[in-house]
């Protein structure tokens, strides 16, 4: 299957402050993630933050507010962000088919809403070096558990171009940018 800008959105999961610092390998992960999120904002790609107890684990971090563009975000308790009906809801009135998603942690929140996101008809996109956990064996857990749920699996970069399609024009320009 190969994934197309029109047909995709991204939900970008729970990178929220006293959350992100803890993941394993952070640095690498934040940077990875500010550029899929960019990368797809040049490419209109419509997106959803949202934040896990916002009351307890804070705001996102600001890299991901302004790589997308916005400070709007959705509050949620639930593991899975398909199970908020307000989250559910926004997400089916993309009337997008591919799910792109990021964020933290790897094997709780980003699992469970990418499972649920293919239980209701999605096509969920994992981008592998956008997930986090804060031990590199849950975050390979996960990776395992998509695959066997027939979960496609991908990179940032490689995302990135295969929603370019070709090489030419501005937004190749801007994600080559990026991605140097």
């Given at each position: 299957m190969t994934i197309a800008a029109k047909d995709s959105m991204l939900m970008i999961v729970d990178y929220q402050e006293r959350l992100l610092p803890a993941m394993h390998d952070c640095e690498a992960l934040s940077e990875r993630s500010r550029i899929l999120i960019e990368g797809l904002a040049i490419l209109d790609v419509p997106m959803i933050i949202t934040q896990q107890y916002t009351k307890g684990l804070g705001m996102s971090v600001p890299f991901v507010f302004a790589a997308a563009g916005t400070d709007v975000y959705m509050d949620k308790t639930e593991f899975s962000a398909m199970r908020n009906q307000q989250i559910a809801q926004t997400v089916s009135s993309f009337n997008k088919k591919s799910v792109i998603v990021c964020g933290i942690e790897a094997h709780i929140c980003v699992l469970q809403t990418c499972l649920d996101l293919k239980e209701q008809g999605f096509s969920p996109i994992l981008v592998l070096d956008c997930i986090g956990s804060r031990k590199r064996s849950e975050k390979e857990m996960t990776v395992i558990r998509a695959q066997q749920e027939g979960i496609?699996?991908?990179?940032?970069?490689?995302?990135?171009?295969?929603l370019l399609g070709e090489a030419g024009g501005e937004a190749f320009k801007q994600i080559s940018k990026l991605i140097k």
């Open positions: 496609t699996v991908t990179s940032a970069e490689s995302l990135l171009f295969e």
